[in-house]
C-alpha cells in the first residue's frame, strides 16, 4: 500500500468559504478534531489575510503537536515572512506558496507575463526555503495551464527547495481522467519529481472533486487536500470522509493507506457542523443521517441476513455506536464523564462542569437524555464564544403571547456584573422578544439569512435548536441555542449571533452608554 498524506485545510479553503466562519476558540477545536484524526497537516490559515487569523494560525501553530502546520501565502516576501512568523512555534512547520499559472489567471488577474510567474515561483521558493525545510508551492488553476509551461514551474519549484507539489483544480473543472493523466505527466516529465511529494487540491463545482482527488492518487500523488464535510470554496472541497473511506473500502483499486484514524470521522463532521450552524444533508455520503440506514423491506431483509448485501463499509468504521445508552436525573457526574468519554469527548474541568450544571437543567425537563442530547449540550457549551465574557448573556426572560391580543416580551440581559431590561411588543413571540434584545445590544442593521428550529432527538420533550444567520455588510454571523423550550432556544441564538455582529461591527451608541 502506498501512504497517502492528508492535508486538512478546514480552516482555511473551507473557513473562508461563506457562513463558515469561525472564532479562535472554534477554530482550536476543530484542530484537536484534526489532530485526533491523525491528519498529517492542518492549514490552519492565511497568516496575512487579518490579525485575526494570524492569530489563530500561530494559536494552533503553539497547540497541535501530532501533525504539521501550514499557513497560506502568496508568493511575496511580505505574505511568506507573515506565514513564517505564524507557524514557527509549530513542531513541524509549513509554509504553503501559491502563484496562479493558467493563461486567463496571469493575464487578468496577476498581470504578470509567464516568464515573470517562474521567475517569481524560483525567488520565491528559495525566499521560503531559508525559513522552513518543510515547503509547499501551488500552482493556482493548474488544471487549466499549459502543462509544458506547468512542468517548468514545477521544475524551478523543486530546484529551489520545495517539497510538495500542490496541483489545484480551482474552478472545479477537469476530470478524473484529465488529472491523472496531469500527475502522471509531470512525474515523467519533470526532473527530481520522485524526490517530492505530489499533492492534489480538487474543487467540487461538477461534482468530482473525491473522484479527481482519487485519480490523481492512481497518476501519483501522495497528498490529498480536503475538508471535513467538503466545506470550501463556491461548491467545496473534496471531503475528507469521502475520499479517506473510499481509499480505506477500495483498497483493492487505489493501493493506498493514510494515517487517519476514521472512527473519529463522525464526532470531527458533527463537530464541524456544530460550529458553523448547519447539519449534514440527509443524503451525504458518510456522515448524512441516512447513509446507514435501510428502509426498503428488501434490503432490510438483506441486511438482517448479512450485513454486506447493502453494507460496504460499517457505520462503527466511522464512530458511529450501536448502543445507545440514556442518561437520567439520577446519573452522577462519573456517569455522565464516562459516557461523554466513551462517546469520544475529553473536556476540561470547567467545561465539564458547566456542561455538567447544563445536564441537571436539563434533566428537569426531559425524563431521558440520550448521546444525540449529550452531543448537543457538549457542542452548545464549547460555542460559546471567546467573546462571551464581554458579550451578553441572557438573565431571564417573560414572554406573553395568544392569538387575540399582540405579543410582549421583557427581556434582561447581563454583561459583566451589569443587567439591562428591554419591554418590547412584537408580531409574535419571537419577533417581540427579538425586538428588546435589539434595543439592549443595539447590533448594527442586519437582515435575516436563515431562521431554523431543528428536534435534536425524538419525542414530545425534545431539545430544540435554533440557528440563525443574520446577515450584514456582506458577512453572514451564525448563532445558535438550545432549550426545550424553542422561545428560549430562539432567544439564546439571537444573542449569541448578535454578539458576534457586535464584535466585529462594534456599536459606537453601544459603547458610549456602556
Ligand atoms: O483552490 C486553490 O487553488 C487554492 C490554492 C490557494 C491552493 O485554494
Ligand atoms: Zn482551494
Redesign the pocket.
Known amino acids: 500500500m502506498k501512504q497517502i498524506k492528508i492535508f486538512d485545510?478546514t480552516l482555511?479553503?473551507g473557513e473562508q468559504s461563506p457562513g463558515c466562519s469561525m472564532n479562535l476558540r472554534e477554530k482550536i477545536e476543530v484542530a484537536r478534531c484534526l489532530e485526533r484524526l491523525k491528519v498529517d497537516v492542518i492549514e490552519a490559515g492565511f497568516a496575512i489575510s487579518s490579525p485575526g487569523d494570524f492569530e489563530s494560525v500561530q494559536t494552533i501553530a503553539r497547540t497541535v503537536k501530532e501533525c504539521s502546520v501550514a499557513s497560506?501565502a502568496r508568493a511575496g516576501k511580505v505574505d511568506i515572512d507573515t506565514a513564517w512568523e505564524a507557524v514557527k512555534e509549530a513542531a513541524d512547520p509549513r509554509i504553503?506558496l501559491?502563484i496562479?499559472t493558467s493563461p486567463l489567471h496571469m493575464e487578468y488577474k496577476l498581470r504578470m507575463k509567464p516568464e515573470e510567474v517562474l521567475a517569481r515561483t524560483a525567488e520565491m521558493v528559495k525566499y521560503a526555503k531559508h525559513y522552513c525545510s518543510n515547503i509547499e508551492f501551488?500552482a493556482?488553476?493548474?488544471t487549466r495551464s499549459d502543462p509544458a509551461f506547468l512542468a517548468q514551474i514545477v521544475d524551478a519549484a523543486i530546484r529551489n527547495g520545495a517539497t510538495t507539489i500542490?496541483i489545484?483544480?480551482?474552478?472545479g473543472y477537469t476530470t478524473p481522467s484529465e488529472m491523472r493523466w496531469l500527475i502522471e505527466y509531470l512525474r515523467e516529465n519533470v526532473e527530481n519529481s520522485d524526490t517530492v511529494d505530489f499533492s492534489v487540491?480538487c474543487?467540487d463545482d461538477l461534482g468530482m472533486a473525491c473522484a479527481n482527488s482519487l485519480a490523481g492518487v492512481l497518476g501519483g500523488a501522495t497528498q490529498i487536500?480536503c475538508t471535513i464535510n467538503g466545506l470550501?470554496?463556491r461548491a467545496g472541497?473534496t471531503s475528507m470522509e469521502e475520499v479517506v473511506m473510499a481509499m480505506r473500502t477500495r483498497g483493492d483499486i487505489y493501493k493506498a493507506a493514510t494515517r487517519i484514524d476514521t472512527t473519529q470521522i463522525y464526532r470531527a463532521s458533527k463537530t464541524v457542523y456544530d460550529i458553523i450552524g448547519q447539519s449534514a444533508p440527509l443524503n451525504k455520503p458518510i456522515v448524512g443521517k441516512n447513509a446507514f440506514m435501510h428502509e426498503s423491506g428488501i434490503h432490510q431483509h438483506g441486511v438482517l441476513a448479512n450485513k454486506q448485501t447493502y453494507e460496504i463499509m460499517t457505520p462503527e468504521s466511522i464512530g458511529i455506536r450501536a448502543d445507545n445508552i440514556v442518561l437520567g436525573k439520577h446519573s452522577g457526574k462519573h456517569a455522565f464523564e464516562t459516557r461523554l468519554n466513551e462517546l469520544g469527548y475529553t473536556l476540561s474541568p470547567e467545561e465539564l462542569l458547566s456542561c455538567f450544571s447544563e445536564f441537571k437543567v436539563l434533566c428537569d425537563k426531559k425524563k431521558t437524555v440520550s448521546d444525540a442530547d449529550l452531543e448537543a449540550l457538549v457542542a452548545h457549551t464549547a460555542k460559546k464564544s471567546v467573546k462571551a465574557a464581554d458579550g451578553y448573556e441572557l438573565d431571564w426572560f417573560a414572554v406573553h403571547t395568544s392569538n387575540f391580543t399582540t405579543a410582549t416580551s421583557t427581556i434582561s440581559l447581563k454583561r459583566g456584573d451589569e443587567r439591562f431590561e428591554a419591554v418590547c411588543l412584537g408580531d409574535g413571540p419571537i419577533d417581540a422578544a427579538f425586538k428588546a434584545i435589539d434595543q439592549i445590544i443595539k447590533p448594527v442593521s442586519h437582515s435575516f439569512a436563515e431562521y431554523t428550529i431543528n428536534s435534536i432527538s425524538e419525542g414530545k420533550d425534545t431539545l430544540g435548536s435554533v440557528t440563525l444567520r443574520l446577515s450584514a455588510n456582506n458577512r453572514i454571523f451564525t448563532g445558535r441555542g438550545l432549550s426545550t423550550d424553542i422561545i428560549e432556544a430562539s432567544i439564546r441564538a439571537y444573542i449569541d449571533a448578535a454578539n458576534r455582529l457586535q464584535d466585529t461591527f462594534p456599536n459606537s451608541e453601544t459603547e458610549k452608554e456602556a
Not at 168 to 171: E, N
Request: charged fraction near 30%; proline fraction near 5%.
Open positions: 485545510t482555511r479553503d497560506l504553503h501559491f496562479a501551488s493556482e488553476d493548474a500542490n489545484p483544480d480551482t474552478v487540491h474543487h487536500e470550501g470554496e472541497n
